[in-house]
């Protein structure tokens, strides 16, 4: 970095400042003299309002927006109208970006004190990138967790009402003084008139943001998307990809293009986040991007559905553990190995027969998986299927030599009446582990053999 940079406000915010209240300062003036001529005392009002509310903002602008950073090595420096705040960086304890405000800034802290960077500074961008590079002692922010939620910052609706409410005091400032006839006013036809127009302003707007969401919900199922007059939901198995296109249209014979994020679902279908919908929410695009990837990336999707089954396995609650683990297979088949977990589950409520076909779908995609092939032929044994479930163990056995599948295959056998080869896997079974003679002692079926 250069030994110092830098950073000032965009120029022409002072001058509208300035602005503003030269063009303020004349509406008290006028309303007072109005007065004195006895027009209608709730037009003084309005107008001497539209005044001082015009003047206030214009001297917020000249204060807020005046002044420089200075960016060296060592610290960042402010100064405005002479006065110079200076703050070490290796004192910042902390970095706080505040998108949601009126006006978006950067605030840093030190263990006594603090300054804001208004995102209206010359080179936020570069300012701000720059800061955080030498900022290598804070911790990393941490990803945010899901469901999360992308809603419009409070200066989105500011910035659409006050204009109308500065434009409403001014018109109703001036049709009162118009309409005033010896201090008597039309007041019903005013307000209605007025209650007409801010409602087609607000009808236009309506009809400008229904394409666009007011809210959207990055959740762990489902992208939800809501918009005024709908609610949109789209299921996390049915994402396909997630990325920008450039996207082309035409406005007034004028050819625009913009890069929105594009969600493809399986139907080949495609949701579109436009770009300044983006930039409202308070994020760019590529960040945007990148924390939708991180979400529902479909392995990163597969191991949050997974560690919720997990967390619902522990529970006790069945259902929901099978639906999160099969989801977690059907979005990352790579994963089909859970279900075995699946199958166990089902295999201890009983549910032999469902277990089996499960077993047999993992067995199908991994056919030397040595504990399926145990765990299948449990389930066969269960439903009386003997020889099946002898096939089973063996299999197991083949692939992978347990103590375990040894008895319950001495069983399998013993209960086909095929005493000698049910001997042979019992005798295997009490060598690995002597505690199965005990075990076998209580079967009526193999306690003849010992």
Not at 35 to 54: D, H, K, S
Not at 74 to 84: N, P, Q, W
Not at 129 to 149: G, I, K, N, S, Y
Not at 228 to 242: E, G
């Given at each position: 970095m250069k030994e110092e940079q830098v950073f000032g406000h965009m120029g022409y915010l002072p001058f509208a400042g300035s602005l503003m209240i030269l063009l303020g300062l004349p509406l008290p003036l006028i309303a007072i003299l109005l007065q004195r001529q006895e027009a209608y005392w709730p037009g003084f009002f309005l107008i001497n309002a539209l005044g001082l509310l015009v003047m206030g903002m214009g001297l917020f602008f000249v204060v807020r927006f005046n002044?420089?950073?200075?960016?060296?090595?060592?610290?960042?420096?402010?100064?405005?109208?002479?006065?110079?705040?200076?703050?070490?960086?290796h004192e910042i304890i902390r970095l706080e970006k505040r998108d949601s405000q009126l006006i978006p800034y950067l605030r840093l802290h030190t263990a006594t004190s603090k300054m804001d960077i208004t995102a209206q500074?010359?080179?936020?961008?570069?300012?701000?990138?720059?800061?955080?590079?030498?900022l290598t002692h804070l911790p990393d922010e941490p990803v945010p967790t899901l469901p999360f939620t992308l809603r419009l910052p409070m200066r989105f609706y500011l910035g659409n009402l006050i204009p109308l409410l500065l434009l409403a005091l001014f018109i109703g400032g001036l049709l009162l003084f118009a309409n005033a006839n010896g201090g008597q006013a039309d007041v019903p036809g005013l307000l209605a008139f007025l209650g007409g127009f801010l409602g087609l302003i607000v009808?236009?707007?309506?009809l400008a943001e229904n394409g666009n969401?007011?809210?959207?919900?990055?959740?762990e199922t489902a992208v939800i998307a809501h918009y005024l007059h709908?609610?949109?939901?789209?299921?996390?198995?049915?994402?396909?990809?997630?990325?920008?296109?450039?996207?082309?249209?035409?406005?007034?014979?004028?050819?625009?293009?913009?890069y929105p994020i594009v969600i493809i679902v399986k139907n080949g279908k495609k949701w579109r986040i436009e770009e300044k919908r983006i930039w409202t929410f308070g994020y760019t695009p590529e960040e945007l991007l990148r924390l939708m990837q991180h979400f529902y990336d479909p392995q990163q999707s597969a191991n949050r559905l997974i560690a919720l089954?997990?967390?619902?396995?522990?529970?006790?609650?069945y259902e929901q553990a099978i639906t999160a683990y099969q989801q977690a297979i059907d979005l990352y088949p790579a994963y089909h190995s859970y279900r075995l977990v699946i199958g166990d589950m089902l295999h201890e409520q009983k549910r032999y027969r469902e277990a089996i076909r499960v077993y047999r779908d993992l067995l199908n995609a991994l056919p030397q998986h040595d504990q399926a092939w145990h765990s299948l032929g449990m389930s066969l044994l269960a439903v009386g299927q003997w020889q099946q479930a002898g096939d089973a163990f063996d299999q197991a056995l083949a692939f992978g030599t347990t103590d375990a599948t040894?008895?319950?295959?001495?069983?399998?056998?013993?209960?086909?009446?095929?005493?000698?080869?049910?001997?042979?896997?019992?005798?295997?079974?009490i060598q690995f582990n002597a505690a199965w003679r005990n075990t076998a002692q209580q079967e009526p079926y193999l306690k003849d053999l010992l």
């Amino acid at each position: 970095m250069k030994e110092e940079q830098v950073f000032g406000h965009m120029g022409y915010l002072p001058f509208a400042g300035s602005l503003m209240i030269l063009l303020g300062l004349p509406l008290p003036l006028i309303a007072i003299l109005l007065q004195r001529q006895e027009a209608y005392w709730p037009g003084f009002f309005l107008i001497n309002a539209l005044g001082l509310l015009v003047m206030g903002m214009g001297l917020f602008f000249v204060v807020r927006f005046n002044g420089r950073f200075h960016l060296t090595a060592h610290s960042i420096s402010r100064t405005r109208f002479g006065r110079t705040t200076t703050l070490h960086l290796h004192e910042i304890i902390r970095l706080e970006k505040r998108d949601s405000q009126l006006i978006p800034y950067l605030r840093l802290h030190t263990a006594t004190s603090k300054m804001d960077i208004t995102a209206q500074v010359r080179d936020f961008t570069t300012l701000e990138t720059l800061l955080r590079a030498q900022l290598t002692h804070l911790p990393d922010e941490p990803v945010p967790t899901l469901p999360f939620t992308l809603r419009l910052p409070m200066r989105f609706y500011l910035g659409n009402l006050i204009p109308l409410l500065l434009l409403a005091l001014f018109i109703g400032g001036l049709l009162l003084f118009a309409n005033a006839n010896g201090g008597q006013a039309d007041v019903p036809g005013l307000l209605a008139f007025l209650g007409g127009f801010l409602g087609l302003i607000v009808f236009a707007v309506v009809l400008a943001e229904n394409g666009n969401p007011y809210k959207l919900v990055l959740g762990e199922t489902a992208v939800i998307a809501h918009y005024l007059h709908k609610t949109r939901t789209i299921p996390l198995s049915d994402i396909q990809q997630i990325g920008r296109e450039k996207h082309i249209s035409t406005y007034k014979g004028i050819e625009r293009i913009t890069y929105p994020i594009v969600i493809i679902v399986k139907n080949g279908k495609k949701w579109r986040i436009e770009e300044k919908r983006i930039w409202t929410f308070g994020y760019t695009p590529e960040e945007l991007l990148r924390l939708m990837q991180h979400f529902y990336d479909p392995q990163q999707s597969a191991n949050r559905l997974i560690a919720l089954g997990n967390q619902y396995h522990q529970q006790g609650a069945y259902e929901q553990a099978i639906t999160a683990y099969q989801q977690a297979i059907d979005l990352y088949p790579a994963y089909h190995s859970y279900r075995l977990v699946i199958g166990d589950m089902l295999h201890e409520q009983k549910r032999y027969r469902e277990a089996i076909r499960v077993y047999r779908d993992l067995l199908n995609a991994l056919p030397q998986h040595d504990q399926a092939w145990h765990s299948l032929g449990m389930s066969l044994l269960a439903v009386g299927q003997w020889q099946q479930a002898g096939d089973a163990f063996d299999q197991a056995l083949a692939f992978g030599t347990t103590d375990a599948t040894l008895y319950y295959g001495a069983l399998a056998y013993a209960r086909q009446q095929q005493p000698e080869r049910a001997r042979a896997y019992l005798e295997q079974a009490i060598q690995f582990n002597a505690a199965w003679r005990n075990t076998a002692q209580q079967e009526p079926y193999l306690k003849d053999l010992l």
